[in-house]
């Protein structure tokens, strides 16, 4: 085995080593991750509980081992396709650029979906609902309605400042939220 890598040239024994040692490397990461390890510790942008950063990261340290390990590969693949060295190069960087492009907006969105599930009452605002409970005229009586808020159908308290009671089943918007929480309504014909 050192025989073949040692009669290799020089630009054909640098791309194999960043290929090989950025392969192992990974290989390492993705047992861990698989095995449930921690491999946070390896990253350089790992977040502080109370800190929001940056959302989208270019240069972590899974994003370089991503690019070294494809740079490598098509820089291999390009030699033995018989490629000029400066053009090899290119290639190679343009494949390692790409692939952690993908990597970065893969996690960026990954942790998009990370939600914590707390119901934020503005996002109700102009939302369109239904009367569940018979809210009183002015005013006068708490009732309840279903608005979709977030993406789930909630039943939330509501409130009006119309004229008449909003009967179950009427169609309202949402036109404002008290700080306590209680949706302030108006039926949507208005």
């Not at 291999?76 to 290639?91: E, F, H, R």
């Not at 998009?112 to 005229?137: D, H, M, P, Q, R």
Request: aromatic share 12%.
């Amino acid at each position: 085995m050192t025989d073949w890598f040692f009669n290799l040239e020089l630009f054909s024994q640098i791309f194999w080593g960043i290929a090989l040692i950025a392969s192992i490397i990974f290989i390492f990461m993705m047992l861990l991750t698989f095995m449930g390890g921690e491999t946070d510790s390896l990253e350089t942008d790992a977040e502080i509980e109370s800190d929001t950063g940056i959302g989208f990261q270019f240069i972590t340290f899974k994003n370089l081992i991503g690019f070294f390990t494809i740079f490598g590969w098509s820089g291999i693949a390009c030699i033995d396709s018989g490629l000029s060295k400066p053009l090899t190069v290119v290639i190679a960087l343009i494949c390692g650029l790409i692939m952690m492009s993908i990597m970065a907006a893969m996690f960026y969105y990954m942790q998009k979906l990370n939600n914590s599930g707390t119901l934020v009452f503005k996002n109700a605002i102009n939302a369109v609902g239904e009367v569940y409970l018979t809210i009183g005229a002015n005013r006068s009586s708490i009732g309840k309605a279903h608005v979709r808020i977030q993406g789930a159908l909630r039943e939330l308290e509501a409130l009006t400042d119309s004229e008449t009671d909003l009967k179950s089943g009427s169609v309202i918007k949402v036109i404002a939220v008290t700080e306590n929480g209680i949706l302030i309504v108006e039926p949507l014909n208005k």
